[in-house]
């Protein structure tokens, strides 16, 4: 840690004290043992996790901040120690000024260390007790090995110990719920425009109709005027999962999909404020929306809906949108489609049925005259294939289909289903490649997602754009220019003219469908978003229609998460395949449900389906879990399964016939039969005579060490290569080894045996 003669002489050399409002750094006399966490939106967002020792704060900047589940890792950079007083710190650190940014009082309690703390931070393995607002339990903080590329700054892993309060809920969902100030209740929002700050950090210009500020402690909201009622708050929105056609069944309805921003709409006391669907404050973007709402005969109201920005055809358009946000000289008018009322008055609405709330959303919105532009989103009672080839022809997103009985939860879920047009979805730039025939712009972006804390590359954009948004988008990225790759793998075609940038902007692309090596096909540049985080950016996947149960029970309406709870799950549903017993333990040892393990093989659908789909696979099925009764099976026995089929290839000597599955939804459903191993063929069901890999399999007797088997690992690899063949290693259930050997499938199975005995005797 810092050097204790001087423990904050490093922070004080960091700091200019006429231009920043932080505490100047003096040791404290009194010792305390005070916790604190402060989120920091500086050059990157972090949280500042802070421990009080010899009249010191010591810290760590934790960069995706702390999680309650134990099996996660946070990375946590040491920095130079705090004073006390810093601890009370709450605003904004001017640009140019060390950790200029906006700073929030995220948590703060006490804590005491479990042992000594001097020997534990030497030994680098601090251990100790949290009594927070927001955190408590036993936690460690483990320093890692340093290494030459941090060039001197020393990393520490952030870990929860498992105790009453660890819960392997998402550590990302609940830190966006989060989302305020413990003393002032304020979003980083409102404190950036509050008054403990050198200057606002929102524009070079000031803005005409500035936010109230609000001082630190105080509790009044910008949308509340004093003497109203409790300030509303934004409520996190209910979101579409992705299906490849209309749900089947009555108890539904249908909207227009809009292609614009969504946004919710706080109304009080003559007032309104527009929210993104992250809680960010884009009231100032989008007049006179919020001028227009303020006129509603309303005392309070949230309304749930979505902007666009129309075409003189009627259609609309996000990169017309994009191109009018901020111009108060815009020719294009904006609309304001509203879906749903989530508070009338004082009067939480969000347990009642969908259609009861936007039957009295539209006597809220017929109370006087909006001019057109904050508009009732209809619905059609009836939709079927030929209403949305009609609504594709008039160029629209698609439609939306709801439960007309469902309550309003937030998050994804199944009681809304968004059924497109195109495919289309956000990406995460990672890099880009210059023009060949002009002097600026892009000449292609370099897409990608995150999949299990990966970011993966999804392929190259080099449509859609035109002059104006090339050098748009050109700007920013050049000042977000990286040497090292941000992507997990590239192609080496891609690498050669590649420039990497961090991967902090989101874009929306279109595309015509994704390849076998999961690359994006035809893909065409729609407009930056900025409304969504680059670390939420996944892979859409759709649901299956036809799996949807349309007579299913509404959900109950979503609490606030809390850490101190168990995580409450569907349970029943994971990529649209019911799964029946949920909470069945497969392996009691780690406390594995059967809707674990099927939400786990969703997760690495990507990297497990390249070698399962479309092969002929046997399986051990554990239908009451692993300390019951296992056996092998390789064909249907209890008639047809969704989603898994016959491969017309016969078990020997029986009437049998070998499966398959094909997608995602085949692969979950294994898990709802009570597969706990899958073992593919080296072929295609399509090609069974020729396989297209060869596996080596190294099966070490239990006396040997794990250091000879990755030996002879090695050993066959390297002969792999004096055959000009590439290979790739595969650990199995125990300490065996898999070396896999891609190959055309051009040999039958004879020939494959004789050379593969012939390397092994060999």
């Known amino acids: 840690m810092a050097d204790q003669s001087a423990p904050l002489s490093k922070y004080n050399a960091k700091r200019d004290f006429t231009r920043t409002q932080e505490p100047a750094g003096k040791v404290a006399k009194k010792p305390g043992q005070r916790y604190l966490i402060q989120k920091h939106a500086a050059s990157r967002l972090h949280y500042d996790f802070r421990l009080e020792l010899d009249g010191v704060l010591k810290s760590w900047a934790v960069t995706r901040g702390p999680s309650f589940n134990p099996a996660d890792r946070r990375l946590a950079v040491e920095v130079e120690d705090h004073p006390v007083d810093y601890g009370d710190f709450e605003g904004t650190i001017p640009k140019g000024e060390y950790g200029g940014g906006t700073v929030m009082l995220w948590d703060e309690g006490t804590w005491e260390p479990l042992g000594d703390p001097h020997k534990m931070l030497e030994k680098g393995d601090f251990k100790f007790r949290v009594n927070g607002k927001r955190l408590h339990g036993e936690w460690v903080l483990a320093r890692m090995r340093d290494r030459p590329q941090d060039h001197g700054r020393h990393n520490w892993l952030l870990i929860k110990h498992r105790d009453d309060f660890a819960n392997e809920a998402d550590a990302e969902a609940w830190l966006e719920t989060q989302a305020t100030s413990i003393v002032s209740e304020r979003t980083m929002d409102e404190i950036a425009a509050g008054d403990n700050v050198w200057h606002s950090n929102h524009d070079d210009a000031p ?25 509303l708050k934004f409520t996190e929105p209910e979101l579409a999962t992705l299906a490849d056609g209309m749900p089947e069944g009555p108890n539904w309805l249908y909207e227009l999909k809009f292609d614009g921003y969504r946004v919710q709409a706080l109304i009080q006391d003559g007032q309104a404020q527009l929210l993104t669907r992250k809680g960010l404050d884009w009231t100032h973007k989008f007049s006179p929306i919020p001028q227009l709402l303020a006129k509603l005969d309303v005392q309070s109201a949230i ?150 804390g990966k970011f993966l590359y999804a392929g190259k954009c080099g449509t859609g754009f035109d002059a104006e948004s090339g050098d748009l988008v050109r700007k920013k990225l050049d000042t977000l220019v990286i040497k090292e790759r941000p992507f997990e793998a590239v192609p080496s075609d891609v690498r050669r003219e590649a420039i990497y940038v961090t991967p902090k902007l989101v874009c929306e692309v279109e595309f015509t469908e994704w390849t076998p090596d999961n690359r994006l096909r035809h893909p065409s540049f729609q407009g930056l978003r900025e409304d969504k985080p680059a670390t939420e950016v996944g892979r859409d996947r759709p649901v299956h229609a036809e799996d949807i149960d349309a007579g299913k029970t509404p959900a109950e309406p979503v609490r606030t998460p809390t850490m101190t709870a168990k995580k409450k799950s569907k349970g029943d549903d994971v990529g649209g395949i019911t799964i029946t017993h949920p909470d069945r333990v497969i392996f009691p040892e780690q406390g594995v449900t059967k809707v674990d393990l099927a939400q786990y093989y969703f997760d690495i659908a990507d990297h497990i389906l390249p070698h399962v789909a479309e092969r002929p696979i046997s399986m051990i099925r554990c239908p009451e879990g692993i300390g019951d009764q296992c056996f092998f099976q390789r064909h249907l026995s209890q008639g047809n399964i969704a989603h898994v089929f016959d491969t017309g290839i016969q078990v020997k000597d029986r009437n049998e016939e070998y499966i398959m599955i094909k997608d995602i939804a085949g692969l979950v459903s294994l898990v709802q039969w009570g597969a706990i191993e899958i073992h593919p063929w080296g072929c295609m069901a399509d090609d069974p005579y020729r396989p297209d890999r060869m596996i080596f399999d190294l099966d070490p007797d239990p006396e040997s060490k794990w250091s000879d088997v990755i030996e002879g690992a090695e050993e066959v690899k390297q002969r792999m290569r004096e055959f000009g063949l590439d290979s790739f290693v595969k650990t199995t259930g125990g300490k065996g080894i898999h070396v896999v050997v891609p190959i055309k499938p051009e040999f039958n199975w004879d020939a494959i045996k004789a050379f593969t005995r012939a390397v092994a005797q060999s």
Not at 207 to 228: M, Y
Not at 356 to 379: M, N, P, T, W, Y
Not at 409 to 419: A, E, Q, V, Y
Request: glycine share 10%; proline share 6%; with cysteine.
């Open 207 to 231: 803005d005409e109709n500035p936010k109230p500020k609000v001082a630190i402690g105080s509790k009044k909201k910008p949308i509340a005027k004093p003497g109203s009622s409790a300030p």
């Open 303 to 452: 309304f749930d809906g979505e902007i666009v920005a129309a075409n003189p055809d009627g259609s609309h358009s996000f990169k017309t949108l994009q191109s009018v946000l901020g111009d108060e000289k815009r020719q294009v008018p904006l609309q304001y489609y509203v879906f749903d009322l989530l508070h009338l008055d004082g009067e939480d609405l969000r347990a009642l049925p969908l259609i009861d709330r936007k039957a009295r959303l539209k006597v809220v919105l017929e109370s006087v005259d909006l001019h057109g532009q904050v508009i009732l989103s209809e619905h059609f009672t009836e939709a079927d294939d030929a209403l949305l080839g009609k609504v594709c022809d008039l160029r629209m997103e698609g439609l939306i289909a709801k439960r007309a009985d469902a309550t309003y939860h937030p998050g994804r879920g199944d009681d809304w289903l968004k059924i497109k047009c195109h495919k289309r979805q956000e990406f995460v730039i990672g890099g880009f490649s210059e023009p060949k025939h002009a002097h600026r712009g892009i000449g292609a972006l370099l897409l990608g997602y995150y999949q299990d």
